[in-house]
């Protein structure tokens, strides 16, 4: 029944943006495998679609991206159970904002594996059944982060967000004409989990209009993987900030830098 419909992989599916885009997915007609840590989230989502549409197949796996071998067990999941992946949502993500030095290095480490080292495994895995069925869309999801000035104790997320939009361009360029095509998604300020979870829960309430909704994230990174960009920056006020910034002295920088931080805006 299930089989000339497509599958979507969504990581961190179970809040916020991910969560967004497994209903954009949904909605167009894709099934789904879902991952995260908290199940239970994962399987109330679940319900909830199929009882919008009950032909499309959900699988759900929990998987916690700081583990080393959580890319191979989701891979081997999708492997059992005969499911090919035509598209990959690489979501799942966290905000470290503290001191360089502060942060522990097992910390760091753990950040690392699943900002960085969990994005490139997901897309190594699962790049070479795409490219044999000349079909793939990719979605990693990055940030405004890098293009606006850096906040004083960011930790290493400016810098592992930069990285996902470079592997993003660098795996479009090289596959597109092999029918897969990967974006780099770059929200700025979207209402989340994500700076409770930060541990910034003042950030919300800085004014609205700096804010947009995980829905229209997800609506725009769907189109955006959907008609071939390696990259979106979602929202003109966003784009603005990031052609603006490219224009600001390294002083005043560091000094809206260091607003930003005290502000826990960044
Ligand atoms: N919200 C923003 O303002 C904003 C702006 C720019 C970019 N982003 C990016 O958007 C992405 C999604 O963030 P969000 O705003 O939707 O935040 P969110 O609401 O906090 O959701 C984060 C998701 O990531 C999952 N996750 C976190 N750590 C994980 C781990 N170790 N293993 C597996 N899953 C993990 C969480 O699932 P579990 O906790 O259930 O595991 C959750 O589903 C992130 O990459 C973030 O950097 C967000």
Known sequence: MNDEKKTALITGASAGIGKSFAEVFYKNGFNLVLTARRTERLEALKEALLELSPDQKIDVISADL???DAPKQIFNFCRERNIHIDALVNNAGYGNPE??????????????QVMVAAVTELIHLFL???????YGRIINVASLAPYIPPADRGGLYSPVKIY??????????EYMDQGIFCTAVCPGLTRSEF???????????????????????????????????????????NRFFAL?????????????????????LN
Not at 128 to 134: G, I, R, S
Not at 164 to 173: C, E, R, V
């Open 195 to 237: 700076h409770i979870a930060a541990n910034m829960p003042d950030v919300a309430n800085t004014p609205n209009f700096l804010w947009m909704t995980s829905e229209t994230v997800a609506e725009q990174g769907y189109k955006a993987v959907m008609s071939g960009k390696s990259l979106i920056i979602n929202g003109w006020l």
């Open 99 to 112: 001191s360089f030095e502060e942060i522990s290095w097992s910390t760091h480490a753990a950040f690392l």
């Open 244 to 264: 603006i910034s490219k224009s600001i002295p390294m002083r005043v920088t560091k000094r809206i830098g260091k607003y930003l931080t005290d502000k826990r």
């Open 164 to 173: 996902q939009i470079k592997l993003s361009q660098g795996i479009h360029f």
């Open 66 to 68: 700081s583990d080393v």
């Open 128 to 134: 070479p059944a795409m490219t044999e069925n000349q």
